[in-house]
């Protein structure tokens, strides 16, 4: 166990130096093109690499799940990124994915702290679903226009209160239209056509 993580960590240093390179070349792209899908931005750095355990769509049982011990069950309506054993105790920062308008904040049972955004996905509307930030840090209110890159807050801590008693990850999840709508998972698979797989728009 301590061997793959020092790999891993390894590795991800790597990673993070070629995405540094590669995110300032989409920042140079997303000022040119600001009105398609290519317009949303990344949570916090290295997003790619942080999907290593629930990604959109995955079933989770409590006997399947790669997180244990587990509380949920369903497939799963968003995409979990996940913290590096060396920032369990730092503050990470989440950025907003796009930009709009603030519509809920609040601590919610298996989150924690989340928040709700108003984005537009290929002029279609969407609302972004930001679980297990510590509440407090979230400095906005609802019905602010929040621009994409801003900071939202930072992520609760893990196994306490701020995440619900979940680990420090952030739960993003992309559901279609305007209503309001923070469930992580869903019972049939059919309900995930509710919702889309952030990772087509912000991992990288
Ligand atoms: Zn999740």
Known sequence: MPKENSNQNQNDIIINNSNINSNSSNLNVNNNSNQNSGAFGVPLPDSKVRVTKKPFGIFITPQ?????????????????????????NSDVS???????????KKYASG???????????????????????????????????????????????????????????????????????????VQNKSDLSGWLNPCDYVCF
Request: proline content about 3%.
């Open 94 to 104: 989440i950025l907003a994915v796009c930009s709009g308008k603030m519509l809920e």
């Open 111 to 185: 989150y924690g702290g989340v928040m709700v955004q108003s984005c537009k996905l290929n002029k279609q509307d969407i609302t972004v679903v930001y679980g297990h930030l510590k509440l407090a840090s979230i400095t906005k209110n609802v019905g602010d226009i929040i621009q994409k890159g801003d900071i939202l807050g930072i992520l609760g801590k893990g196994y306490s209160s701020e995440t619900d008693g979940e680990r420090k990850h952030l739960h993003l999840g992309f559901h279609k239209g305007t209503g309001i709508n923070i469930l992580g998972y």
């Open 64 to 88: 399947n799940s790669p997180v244990q011990p587990e509380r949920f069950s369903g497939y799963h309506t968003g995409t979990d990124f996940e913290t590096y054993p060396s920032e369990q």
